[in-house]
């Protein structure tokens, strides 16, 4: 998608092509390879954390990449209309069970993320620093989240459907998310898309059955089209 503002497009285009469902490992094997129409291609995705020593020890790759902290958040958005996520205890609950650290690790360390608790960005000025409404540390607290299911007087453990883009990384983290979330009195169900994300998500076929929304939180990604908070509108 390209907008006619406030972004401005240099130079002359033959044809600019999208193209969707390709892999991110094979996506970023083909711009380290850096051949035929690959030389002029571009991705918004974040590497693979298996290829980023092989893009770091590659002096052609570094100079055509980067790094930057803004503008994407990862986040999972929850389904407020299915039978456990329409209670707000059970929703803090999944929050304070959220493993953020392991996620990081999972997709490469530090050195490409950086856990936070918000969806604005830590370069726009909406973010705050201080901000956890839960006061969960990034790595999680099971045990707090457990209490809080049990106090709301749920039956343990409680079943979720997480939905999320299937890669090697993907899979690696979200496996690392589960063991949090099932230490915390949750018994998560992950299910990986291979094709065309959120376009599968969004169809009614997968998410709706008889106008009841199966799935509990679906893996997302956002960014500000404009660096101020008024740009980001979760969905």
Not at 25 to 40: C, H, M, S, V, Y
Not at 48 to 59: C, D, F, R, S, T
Not at 85 to 114: H, I, L
Request: proline residues 7%; glycine residues 8%.
């Amino acid at each position: 998608m390209f907008s006619n503002g406030p972004y401005l497009q240099e130079g002359t285009f033959d044809a600019i092509v999208d193209v969707e469902g390709v892999p991110s490992e094979q996506i970023f094997q083909r711009l380290i390879a850096d051949g035929g129409d690959d030389k002029a291609a571009i991705t918004f995705a974040t590497a693979p954390a298996a290829l980023l020593p092989q893009i770091a020890a590659n002096p052609a790759a570094m100079t055509r990449t980067t790094n930057p902290l803004a503008p994407f958040v990862d986040y999972l958005v929850p389904n407020v209309t299915s039978a456990a996520m329409k209670d707000p205890k059970v929703r803090q609950a999944f929050a304070m069970a959220t493993n953020r650290d392991a996620y990081v690790t999972a997709n490469g360390g530090t050195e490409v993320m950086t856990p936070i608790y918000s969806v604005c960005n830590p370069v726009l000025k909406c973010y705050r620093k201080d901000f956890n409404p839960f006061g969960a540390p990034t790595s999680g607290d099971a045990t707090a989240a457990k209490k809080v299911l049990q106090d709301a007087g749920k039956s343990l453990p409680v079943p979720i459907t997480i939905v999320y883009r299937k890669t090697a990384t993907c899979d690696a983290a979200f496996s690392a998310l589960k063991q949090t979330w099932d230490q915390g009195g949750f018994d998560v169900t992950l299910e990986g898309i291979t094709d065309k994300y959120y376009r599968t998500i969004a169809g009614a076929a997968f998410t709706y059955v008889h106008g009841s929304s199966i799935k509990d939180y679906s893996e997302n990604q956002l960014f500000g089209g404009f660096p101020d908070l008024a740009t980001i509108a979760v969905r």
